[in-house]
T-cell receptor, first 112, second 110 residues
Framework: GAVVSQHPSWVICKSGTSVKIECRSLDFQATTMFWYRQFPKQSLMLMATSNEGSKATYEQGVEKDKFLINHASLTLSTLTVTSAHPEDSSFYIC????????FGQGTRLTVV | RKEVEQDPGPFNVPEGATVAFNCTYSNSASQSFFWYRQDCRKEPKLLMSVYSSGNEDGRFTAQLNRASQYISLLIRDSKLSDSATYLCVVSDSGTYKYIFGTGTRLKVLA
C-alpha cells in the first residue's frame, strides 16, 4: 500500500537553532501534503497545507515565518522549524492523501 | 465549540467487553468521516471509514447520523491489543483537510 515516510523520527536541538523535517510519499505522487502538530494528550492540530509548486497555506495562529514549508517535488515536502524554542517541542506529523490519508511516522522534536 | 468533540476517556474495560465511543462534529458541510487508531507515540492509522448506511469490519462497527452530526464506533469482544487512542476524523470534500478530535483512550484489562 501507499507509504509516507518522515525523517528524522526524533531530534533534540538547542534553543535558537533550526530543524528540518522531511516528508516523502514513497509510491505515489502527492500534490498536497499536510503538516500536523500534536502536544501530549492533545489532538493532532493542522498547521499548514503544503502545495507542490506554490506557497503553503497556513492555519490561523501558525507563524509562516517560523514554520517554513517547501514542497518542491511531487514526492517531498519539508517543514523547517526556525529559531526553535522549548515551546516548539512537540510531535510533528505529515500526511498525504490518495483515497485515504496516510501519515508519516512522526518526528518528536525536543528543544533544550 | 470544537469542530470535532470526543470524550477523552480513559475507558477501562475488561477483555471481552463491548465498548462504544461517540463523536460530534460542528460543520454540517462535512462529507467524509473516519475512525483512526493511534498507539502511544506513533502516527495515526486508519481503522475504518464511516458511511451513512453504517459499516462493519469484524468486531468494529461505525455509524453516522448526519442529522445529529454524530459518529459512533462500537468495539465488540475487546482484546488487549485494542488498547489505544481512537481518533474521530472529519473532512470536507472541498479542502481535503482532516480535522481530528482529541481522541478517546481505551484500555482493555486482562
Amino acid at each position: 500500500g501507499a507509504v509516507v515516510s518522515q525523517h528524522p523520527s526524533w531530534v533534540i536541538c538547542k534553543s535558537g537553532t533550526s530543524v528540518k523535517i522531511e516528508c516523502r510519499s514513497l509510491d505515489f505522487q502527492a500534490t498536497t501534503m499536510f503538516w500536523y502538530r500534536q502536544f501530549p494528550k492533545q489532538s493532532l492540530m493542522l498547521m499548514a497545507t503544503s502545495n507542490e509548486g506554490s506557497k503553503a497555506t497556513y492555519e490561523q495562529g501558525v507563524e509562516k515565518d517560523k514554520f517554513l514549508i517547501n514542497h518542491a517535488s511531487l514526492t517531498l515536502s519539508t517543514l523547517t522549524v526556525t529559531s526553535a524554542h522549548p515551546e516548539d517541542s512537540s510531535f510533528y506529523i505529515c500526511s498525504a492523501r490518495q483515497e485515504e490519508a496516510f501519515f508519516g511516522q512522526g518526528t518528536r522534536l525536543t528543544v533544550v | 465549540r470544537k469542530e470535532v468533540e470526543q470524550d477523552p476517556g480513559p475507558f477501562n474495560v475488561p477483555e471481552g467487553a463491548t465498548v462504544a465511543f461517540n463523536c460530534t462534529y460542528s460543520n454540517s458541510a462535512s462529507q467524509s468521516f473516519f475512525w483512526y487508531r493511534q498507539d502511544c507515540r506513533k502516527e495515526p492509522k486508519l481503522l475504518m471509514s464511516v458511511y451513512s448506511s453504517g459499516n462493519e469490519d469484524g468486531r468494529f462497527t461505525a455509524q453516522l447520523n448526519r442529522a445529529s452530526q454524530y459518529i459512533s464506533l462500537l468495539i465488540r469482544d475487546s482484546k488487549l491489543s485494542d488498547s489505544a487512542t481512537y481518533l474521530c476524523v472529519v473532512s470536507d470534500s472541498g479542502t481535503y483537510k482532516y480535522i481530528f478530535g482529541t481522541g478517546t483512550r481505551l484500555k482493555v484489562l486482562a
